[in-house]
Nanobody, 115 residues
Framework: QVQLVESGGGLVQAGGSLRLSCAAS????????MGWYRQTPGKQRDLVAT???????NYADSVKGRFTISRDNAKNTVCLQMNSLQPEDTAVYYC?????????WGQGTQVTVSS
């Protein structure tokens, strides 16, 4: 069974930075795309960024230039560096991984940006 464990969320002031990490229970090479999504109460879960080996990362327009997704294959970890955070970035952030037709999700980590 695949496990994805997020860490790094928290409370930060507007303009600040956070770095989220997602540790996978097996090699990243066993997955296709991996990514980060976020969700606020009452709304759908939205894509933030995705990364796939051999491809350029993909970002939501709202985070381009501020967020950077990266993967460390040796550590089976995908990270999301978030800079210039704004209150509208407040959400629960979820790590996601795809393998064939299966999708896996972490438990989520809360990011709160105060104004």
């Amino acid at each position: 069974q695949v496990q994805l464990v997020e860490s790094g969320g928290g409370l930060v002031q507007a303009g600040g930075s956070l770095r989220l990490s997602c540790a996978a229970s097996r090699s990243l090479f066993s997955f296709g795309a991996m990514g980060w999504y976020r969700q606020t109460p009452g709304k759908q879960r939205d894509l933030v960024a995705t990364i796939m080996s051999g491809h350029n990362p993909n970002y939501a327009d709202s985070v381009k230039g501020r967020f950077t997704i990266s993967r460390d294959n040796a550590k089976n970890t995908v990270c999301l560096q978030m800079n210039s955070l704004q209150p509208e970035d407040t959400a629960v952030y979820y790590c996601s991984a795809r393998s064939g037709f299966a999708s896996y999700w972490g438990q989520g980590t809360q990011v709160t940006v105060s104004s």
